[in-house]
């Protein structure tokens, strides 16, 4: 159990350019959850896969968020056009059913 | 809306004593609840959890207490340790399959020797 692993740690990118993250799961977890934690909040769920099927999406994911778990491995957080109001830590989360959360480090974007 | 909520911010506490941090909810449909501590650059670590039908769980220095006719759940470390120090998240889960967790805004605990 090597743990949920994110990439990369920091992403520093200006205005409207855009920026792909992406997570390896802990190998036998078939859900994958992807949060957004801004300063001074806890972690607001974004988007959530169940092996590769996105089942469900937040309403802070908007049209510019895009996310995909092709074969139902890793998975991957891309970002059109970006803003500074998206400057967060992104988190991604693995769990197998009736198990609990492991979170990843994260990945904190800043936008300038 | 905020359906959990972390009123308090912050607690600071001496090492040795009792770390008392509150959690409420609106959701009567949460069934779930976990607590989660965050250090800076780090992602949440699970800590300790507790599920509808009980009113209490304890796992060593931590104890969970949830009063549902209250919406309210705590949690109680003791004894406190400078290395408890961390952001302390409540989180909740609702009964349907695959949902996702809702977090709390978080309680920064900080604990001096």
């Known amino acids: 159990?090597?743990?949920?692993?994110?990439?990369?740690?920091?992403?520093?990118?200006?205005?409207?350019?855009?920026?792909?993250?992406?997570?390896?799961?802990?190998?036998?977890?078939?859900?994958?959850?992807?949060?957004?934690?801004?300063?001074?909040?806890?972690?607001?769920?974004?988007?959530?896969?169940?092996?590769?099927?996105?089942?469900?999406?937040?309403?802070?994911l908007s049209d510019r968020f895009s996310a995909e778990r092709p074969k139902g491995s890793f998975s991957t957080l891309e970002i059109q056009r970006t803003e500074q109001g998206d400057s967060a830590m992104y988190?991604?989360?693995?769990?197998r059913e009736g198990y609990g959360y492991t979170f990843g480090s994260g990945t904190r974007l800043t936008v300038v | 809306d905020q359906q959990v909520k972390q009123n308090s911010p912050s607690l600071s506490v001496q090492e040795g004593r009792i770390s008392i941090l509150n959690c409420d909810y609106t959701?009567?449909?949460?069934?779930?609840?976990?607590?989660?501590?965050?250090?800076?650059?780090?992602?949440?670590?699970?800590?300790?959890?507790?599920?509808?039908?009980?009113?209490?769980?304890?796992?060593?220095r931590f104890t969970v207490f949830l009063n549902k006719s209250a919406k309210h759940?705590?949690?109680?470390?003791?004894?406190?340790?400078?290395?408890?120090?961390?952001?302390?998240?409540?989180?909740?889960?609702?009964?349907?399959?695959?949902?996702a967790l809702i977090f709390g805004k978080g309680t920064t605990l900080s604990v001096s020797s």
């Open chain 2, 27 to 60: 959701n009567s449909m949460f069934d779930y609840f976990l607590w989660y501590k965050k250090y800076p650059a780090e992602g949440p670590t699970f800590l300790i959890s507790i599920s509808s039908i009980k009113d209490k769980n304890e796992d060593g």
């Open chain 2, 73 to 99: 759940l705590s949690l109680h470390i003791v004894p406190s340790q400078p290395g408890d120090s961390a952001v302390y998240f409540c989180a909740a889960l609702p009964h349907q399959a695959g949902t």
């Open chain 1, 1 to 60: 159990d090597t743990g949920v692993s994110q990439n990369p740690r920091h992403k520093i990118t200006k205005r409207g350019q855009n920026v792909t993250f992406r997570c390896d799961p802990i190998s036998e977890h078939n859900r994958l959850y992807w949060y957004r934690q801004t300063l001074g909040q806890g972690p607001e769920f974004l988007t959530y896969f169940q092996n590769e099927a996105q089942l469900e999406k937040s309403r802070l």
């Open chain 1, 91 to 95: 988190l991604c989360a693995s769990r």
